[in-house]
């Protein structure tokens, strides 16, 4: 069961958050390899819920976490990228059964269209979330270097939060507004 639809560039704002993913997942990179250099041998690996910290271990550490980072990102770009191969040849990767039930209905031109809108909030989602990992990475960093900045570690960890929640909040209303164009369209 295929879609058939053309490859169609995203548009100004696809491109634009395209490219701030790739300078989040650059921006993880960097400061890893920067952090390594200056960071001391022994950091710490665990705080308590004051900011103290209970364990410590190899500075190694910090760096496989913060290339943790890197894998949501990486994921949001390639499935991004091959959005179309993806589409046409494995529909049922794309769970959105509301809007792939009317996709066949649409013209072809209109199809890419829609998937890129979709694509798009996708996009917005992994930049907001990629920001929140970089601003995690930040701190999990600074901290090893500045004890007196670990106290603010869980008042990041609440930001990182609260940004994926609004972020998903407003994934699902451009998801019900792109449903609701994608209604009009057909009729």
Sequence with gaps: MSYDLEVRPFSRIGKL???LNFLVLFTIVLMAVGYYFILPDRVPVHYDVSGNPTSYGDKILLVYTSLGFMIAPIVIIVVTLFRFKLINKYPYLINLPAFMMHLRELS???????VNMVFEIILAVGF???FGMLLMEYVMFESAINPAISQFIGYFV???VFMTVISVA??????KRIYDRLKSVIG
Aim: glycine share 4%.
């Design 17 to 19: 958050l395209l490219m």
């Design 108 to 114: 072809r031109d209109q199809r890419s269209i829609m």
């Design 128 to 130: 907001i979330m990629g």
């Design 158 to 160: 609440l930001l990182f």
């Design 170 to 175: 407003i994934a699902i209303y451009m998801y």
